[in-house]
């Protein structure tokens, strides 16, 4: 079967990376917004193929 690989695919860093950031702090509860996921994930220097930021639609698809 042929089609569009996934995220998990295409770079496995990138999805552990996003979920890492989104993961639930231990002290507070709180969690990083989608938003706030892209923008730290574009500083590590991880970005679409186009070299753009990722949507944060796109990294609730793969933190999902």
């Keep these: 079967m042929g089609g569009r690989k ?17 993961r639930r702090k231990s002290v507070s509860g709180n969690q990083k917004s989608h938003d706030r996921v892209v923008r730290e994930l574009f500083k590590a220097w991880y ?11 796109e990294v609730k698809r793969i933190c999902a």
Aim: proline share 0%; net charge positive.
């Design 47 to 57: 970005a679409t193929a186009k070299n753009t930021v990722f949507s944060a639609t």
């Design 6 to 22: 996934s995220y998990l695919e295409l770079g496995s860093q990138l999805v552990r990376e996003a979920r890492r950031l989104r």
